[in-house]
């Protein structure tokens, strides 16, 4: 064997090894393939598990993980973006399965949230129940009320659910709002009351404030360091509120961002009364906000028919204007960005179309037309879009193409989207909460299934389903002591029969 270092130019200085691998370290996947066919030197250079390592974290797998975790960090990245590749092609394709969330028969829903796969629904009966859909357990627990005075009368409607990573938020119809750890079981740890009608409900997502608008009152409830509750902020709003966001990782007490008619408040406990955009005769029709912007909608009639409907993009640092996008003739009724790749934004219009914005070139990077109804949810990644309509469509596009991969129906309005690289949650609820038919006795179930709403989970990791988990049919029990739901109560293994 020869000395293979002193035939190769780029090493006949005899180079040390830590040199080289910073050298190396410039060099992309296909140029240290071709740098491993060389020599075995440049073969041991090339696939050094520190330069794939850096690969890996630099493509964005395995971000949570230390070097020593893997024994072959080029085999990690391998599968990696074959598993990707995979899941892109099933969201292609729909090739997957796809389940129904459901556990109140006879009950209406109400209001649906979802972070992280843990999906948050409320029903017209006052109950609240959780389904963690990273697992294949569907069973739903209950979050405990706050009881009643007296405990008399039927618990009034759910309102508002919002849920993160910690924390799960109803808001009642009697003005009632509890708050439940996720960590600590489903009696609640903080309750408090509004004499009116709450209106908005908003949980940071990242944190433990939660605020509330009731009447012309915004009120800012989060825990100390101690976890006793306190009130931040009450603020008084001049108009009722229409739309409530909380920024996101803000230090120091919350920020809220509300807006009521044609009025963007930013508030503050140092300043509360900041009016972030007000312009007469512009009503605000959305709302979203991300760490450092804010963005919404505004309509325009009457008297400033000669200015199209636009999305507004402000500075929540410098209160100003950034940009303007959007030229319809509808009005915006949805608008994602906190959830959207950098420096883009995707909208839902009235008009049907759901159109993603570029915020550099402060233009339409892609419209597309394919609902009935006026457009009710939105979001998009770095390649897809998944929209939601008032007609109960749910549809899949490619962003690149400008076209429609696939699409499902359902009866009620699209209420909520929301997706990650393996799943898809959507929520189909009904605007009647009392339709017309039902039974007004508290246990009776006969109100019909068409008009409950319905809420589904799509899984587009095949091989888990192939291999870790049963058909969509075997995974109910003999629990349910219900037949109407058309459930066959198959289970397996059978031993549990």
Not at 91 to 99: C, E, F, L, Q, T
Not at 346 to 353: E, I, S, T
Not at 372 to 384: I, N, T, Y
């Amino acid at each position: 064997f020869q000395n293979e270092i002193n035939e190769v130019p780029f090493f006949d200085v005899q180079l040390p090894y830590e040199l080289a691998l910073k050298i190396f370290r410039y060099l992309g996947k296909a140029e240290l393939g071709r740098c491993a066919q060389v020599s075995r030197t440049w073969k041991i250079l090339a696939e050094d598990q520190v330069l794939w390592y850096r690969l890996c974290q630099e493509e964005g797998y395995l971000l949570d993980m230390s070097i020593s975790d893997h024994s072959c960090w080029k085999l990690a990245l391998k599968n990696c973006r074959a598993r990707e590749h995979m899941l892109k092609t099933n969201w292609k394709n729909r090739v997957g399965a796809v389940s129904q969330l459901r556990y109140e028969p006879g009950r209406v829903l109400c209001d649906v949230h979802c972070c992280d796969g843990v999906v948050m629904a409320g029903y017209t009966s006052g109950e609240v129940r959780l389904w963690d859909t990273r697992t294949w357990d569907y069973t739903a627990p209950v979050l405990a009320a706050v009881a009643g005075p007296g405990g008399a009368g039927a618990p009034p409607h759910v309102s508002f659910v919002r849920i993160n990573s910690s924390l799960a938020v109803a808001a009642y119809e009697d003005g009632t709002v509890s708050v439940w750890s996720l960590l600590l079981g489903q009696e609640p740890i903080h309750h408090f009351q509004h004499n009116q009608r709450i209106q908005a409900l908003a949980l940071a997502p990242g944190g433990s404030a939660v605020a509330t608008a009731s009447g012309f009152q915004v009120k800012v409830e989060s825990p100390d360091d101690k976890g006793f509750w306190q009130t931040p902020g009450t603020f008084e709003i001049q108009k009722l509120v229409n739309f409530l966001n909380l920024v996101p990782d803000v230090t120091g007490s919350p920020v809220a961002v509300a807006a009521a008619d044609d009025i963007v408040y930013l508030l503050k406990a140092e300043d509360p009364g900041k009016i972030l955009h007000s312009v007469y005769g512009q009503p605000v029709t959305c709302l979203d906000v991300a760490a450092h912007e804010a963005d919404f909608g505004i309509k325009t009639f009457g008297w400033l028919l000669n200015e199209p409907n636009q999305i507004l993009l402000y500075n929540l640092e410098t209160n100003q204007c950034v940009t303007k996008v959007g030229s319809s003739i509808g009005d915006f009724s949805c608008v994602n960005l906190h959830s959207s790749p950098p420096n883009m934004l995707v909208a839902g219009n009235k008009d049907r179309r759901v159109r993603v914005f570029d915020m550099r070139r402060g233009e339409a990077a892609c419209s597309v037309y394919g609902h009935q109804l006026g457009v009710s949810a939105v979001q998009m990644d770095e390649w897809k879009m998944v929209s939601g309509g008032e007609e109960g469509l749910v549809c899949v596009w490619d962003q690149r193409m400008g076209a429609k991969l696939w699409e499902m129906h359902a009866r009620h309005p699209v209420r909520l989207v929301w997706f990650n690289s393996h799943s898809l949650i959507t929520a189909n609820i009904p605007e009647e909460k009392n339709p017309r038919g039902s039974s007004i006795t508290e246990d009776d179930p006969s109100l019909h299934r068409k008009y409950r709403g319905v809420i589904y989970s799509y899984e587009f990791s095949v091989d888990q389903l192939a291999l870790d988990s049963v058909l969509p049919i075997c995974r109910s029990s003999y629990d349910e002591l219900t037949g109407y739901n058309y459930n066959i109560g198959l289970a397996v293994p059978y031993d549990s029969i």
